[in-house]
């Protein structure tokens, strides 16, 4: 999978992700000796070598020193990703020439994730990660939506509460594939009366690229497929209790449901 | 951000390593800051000179940098980490007064004015009103925006010196006329301002804003020491006074507060963390001509009283000027050219400092682990006389 970001620090390199989810401060939160990060979520391990992601720097403009310092010493991490980059470490990656990219979703990234991370093009790989386009349709009846029970013959998520979903095949629109798997799964012949912003999920190897679809229709009535087991009408509010594939609660928000 | 085919080339490295460096960093910091396109600056004014603050990584830096560049605009120099000629007696050891004179020679190789001062604007580097520059220095650059209104960010060390080199800075932030508005007209009713207390309260009060005072009179020192104490209390970069800065033609959308004296006596008592001075150290921000000369006449024919150490800090410029008045004050302390007690290494040898500078009780606990006694100029007068 490639995330597209924005280009900080020129350069490519690759290293497994050491991921601190607190902003860090280069004076006084890493050790120019060793690379050792002081942040307590990262356990004491080095940013040596390591794809080096965290929200955004803090603290002293002699931080940005402290990555230059980090090169003498040899304990420079071999990448930086930032959600958002501020001047500090920005200008420390620049000094040192650290490749380092931001705009990424640390939510898509895992601690130990191999990484390549490419600041010429602001792009961040992660070869183990795939990625997955799928469409999830939520059908709205009056104040409640369909919300489906995966079956034991579905390939992912058996179990899991869900909306209509499938995946986007190569020569299909996501529009497409909405309205083919509505049809598939409920017999009902619709088309959507909003399209979602699409997001992505990280799930285990997987990241999910979901394209949320709102259908609306009267007094309906379905039948469903192989693909689900059972189906109710609920409200948005009592979704929360079940157990729901990842992303669900996104795809209402998106949808303004 | 938009680049022009000469940038884009100097980027791309055809114009050599240092200015592709320096390239890199304007680009990055356009980004982060959404500038749309570079503009030319008239000078720059770098700090990140002390040892004691950039160590080795800093050396190294520099070195990669005057391998192949020089700066393009007329450029000056922070204070360092000592006295260059008097180090020795300033208790400096060998290898920090090595390490001190390369990175000095590593700026100077680069073009760089090494006039070692934190107010260059008094003497070497003199901007012009509407002029863009690239200062780093929060006290410095507060002044230049706000007394002689020039435009400058509140720039880093590394930024600044990139912008000196291709004499180009992002357009962002205080280059822009629509972000230079007061936001906060600030009424003062006191009848005696210090202006490190009075710099220290309204730096206080935080959130970026761009404060416009009515009610004081500051001379030219006061401002000095105003702007100082205010972008180390708060950060900030730019401010108006009625009647005595350039100040822009509305000011009516503002926030509106009134300093008292007794707002400015609460924030006095707590600029002081402790008792018993080892040093007293004036000349923060350096002391200029004027504030030397009335040192000297509130001196000329007293004595020196007690075995307090004291530093009268100050540029080698402002030396050559007022040899007289100096030889009064070397009576009473040392006279320390280019450094001052905040980028000295003094924790090494005092463990309490009394100032008369709101930026130095800012900075002394921190970057100099001391216990701070802040007095009215006149009262550490007093202590030595």
Known sequence: ?257 | MFLTREEEQILAGEFGEGKKKAMELLVALGDIYKAERLIPITSAHLSGVSYKTIGEGGISFLEEMSRDSKVCVPTTLNPPGMDREKWKGMGISEHFAERQHKIISCYESLGVTSNCSCTPYLDVNIPKIGEHVSWAESSALSYVNSVIGAKTNREGGPGALAAAILGKTPEYGLHLSENRAPSITIEVKASDVNYSVLGQAVGQLGGGRIPYFKGIRPTKDQLKTLAAAMAAAGSVALFYVDGVTPVPADTSETEKISIDDKELQSVRDKMSSGNDPELIALGCPHLSCEEIHSLASKLKNKTKRGDIEVWFCTSRCTVAKCKKDLDILSKFGNVICDTCMIVTPIEERFKCTAVDSGKACNYLPTLCSQKVVFRDTDDLLEMIQ
């Not at chain 1, 940013?47 to 080096?52: H, K, L, M, P």
């Not at chain 1, 003498?72 to 990656?93: D, R, W, Y």
């Not at chain 1, 709205?140 to 995966?150: A, H, M, P, S, V």
């Not at chain 1, 509010?237 to 928000?253: H, M, N």
């Open chain 1, 1 to 257: 999978m490639i995330l597209t970001g924005r280009k900080i620090s020129q350069g490519k390199s690759q290293g497994k992700v050491l991921l601190c989810p607190n902003p860090v401060s280069f004076l006084g939160g890493v050790s120019p000796a060793d690379g050792k990060v002081s942040d307590a979520s990262v356990n004491g391990q080095s940013a040596t070598g390591r794809v080096f992601a965290f929200p955004r720097g803090k603290g002293s403009t002699v931080g940005s020193y402290v990555i230059m310092d980090m090169k003498q010493h040899g304990t420079l991490p071999a990448a930086i990703i930032n959600e958002s980059a501020e001047p500090i470490v920005a200008t420390g990656a620049v000094m040192a020439s650290v490749p380092m990219v931001d705009s990424i979703d640390l939510s898509l990234l895992r601690e130990g994730d191999e990484c390549i991370v490419d600041g010429s093009t602001g792009t961040v790989e992660l070869p183990d990660v795939k990625e997955i386009n799928v469409v999830s349709c939520v059908i709205k009846d009056g104040e409640k939506i369909l919300f489906l029970r995966r079956s034991s013959k579905v390939g992912t998520f058996q179990g899991y509460w869900s909306a209509v979903s499938g995946f986007i095949e190569v020569n299909e629109t996501p529009l497409e594939t909405a309205i083919k798997e509505v049809r598939e799964e409920t017999t009902l012949i619709s088309e959507p009366v909003k399209i979602g912003e699409p997001f992505k999920v990280r799930d285990g190897d997987t990241v999910w690229v979901i394209h949320p679809f709102l259908f609306e229709e009267k007094d309906c009535s379905i039948q469903i497929d192989w693909e689900h087991t059972e189906y109710k009408w609920v409200c948005v509010s009592e979704t929360a209790s079940y157990q729901c594939v990842p992303g669900l609660d996104i795809v209402y928000k998106s949808l303004g449901i």
